[in-house]
């Protein structure tokens, strides 16, 4: 009698038990980067938030002219008096806090009647924030034409919600995705002396927005000079003061932005 080995014997059951091992480890590193790379964002997020300059705040908060409403995924500025019914959603750079703006945009609102809504990026980065622009009109339903903007990475998030809004405002800035078939008004407000959204940098980008569209450089202005957080890595020296810097921007905006 001749010995015979059975069917399923020997090595041939080893090989689908040695894939099935081999994919346990890949999976298991698969969800060991995915952990890592949650993990690297959320501590990216959390270090290094620039946060409102106090005297800055404190005296935006003093003004009788100005209303400021925390919402949670927003915080409004209203005139108290003589609103003009123009709103603009105004998204914040990477890793500053929202109130890091409102001193700065303070004029634009008490001086012409404008209202404003500065987002709440989840994790205090835009390109984390899918919601869409009408989360943000909503918070001020008397406006009747909005235009979104945004400074630096806001600005690069404004661009991809610019469709549904009625105009655009880059605040040293530019677009990463391509606007320059659409009709829509656009003003690009950067500074002399910003040595992030470099002068080079937007002249660069030019190409991304329609051929309509304003751009205005102020004198002295650095990237920071766009808010009111104090110096910022990588940027260059302001030579311009806060509050004529402040004065500008609400001057072109008031005479930017669309009106019913």
Not at 41 to 59: D, F, K, R, T, W
Request: hydrophobic share 45%; glycine share 12%.
């Amino acid at each position: 009698m001749t010995d015979t080995t059975p069917s399923g014997a020997g090595g041939a059951p080893r090989a689908p038990r040695r894939r099935r091992r081999v994919l346990r480890w890949i999976l298991g590193g698969l969800g060991a980067l995915v952990v890592l790379l949650v993990a690297g964002i959320l501590i990216y997020s959390q270090v290094g938030v620039m946060g409102a300059e106090a005297e800055p705040l404190a005296a935006a908060r003093a003004n009788p002219g100005l209303s400021i409403t925390d919402d949670g995924a927003g915080i409004v500025l209203s005139p108290t008096a003589a609103a003009t019914g123009q709103g603009l959603v105004f998204i914040p750079g990477a890793k500053v806090e929202a109130e890091g703006y409102i001193a700065t945009l303070a004029d634009t609102v008490v001086g012409d009647g404008i209202t404003v809504v500065i987002t709440k990026p989840w994790l205090n980065l835009a390109f984390f924030d899918p919601r869409p622009l009408s989360t943000f009109t909503e918070l001020a339903p008397d406006v009747t034409t909005w235009a979104v903007g945004g400074h630096s990475l806001g600005g690069v998030r404004a661009c991809q919600l610019a469709s549904d809004a009625d105009a655009l405002v880059l605040f040293a800035s530019y677009c990463a995705n391509d606007l320059s078939a659409s009709d829509l008004p656009v003003l690009s407000l950067s500074g002399s002396e910003d040595g992030l959204s470099t002068p080079q940098k937007i002249a660069d980008a030019r190409s991304q927005l329609p051929a309509t569209a304003t751009f205005v450089e102020i004198p002295g202005a650095s990237h920071a000079s766009f808010g009111a957080y104090g110096p910022q890595p990588g940027d260059g020296r302001p030579t311009a003061d806060p509050s004529e810097v402040d004065s500008m921007i609400a001057e072109q905006l008031a005479g930017f932005l669309p009106r019913r």
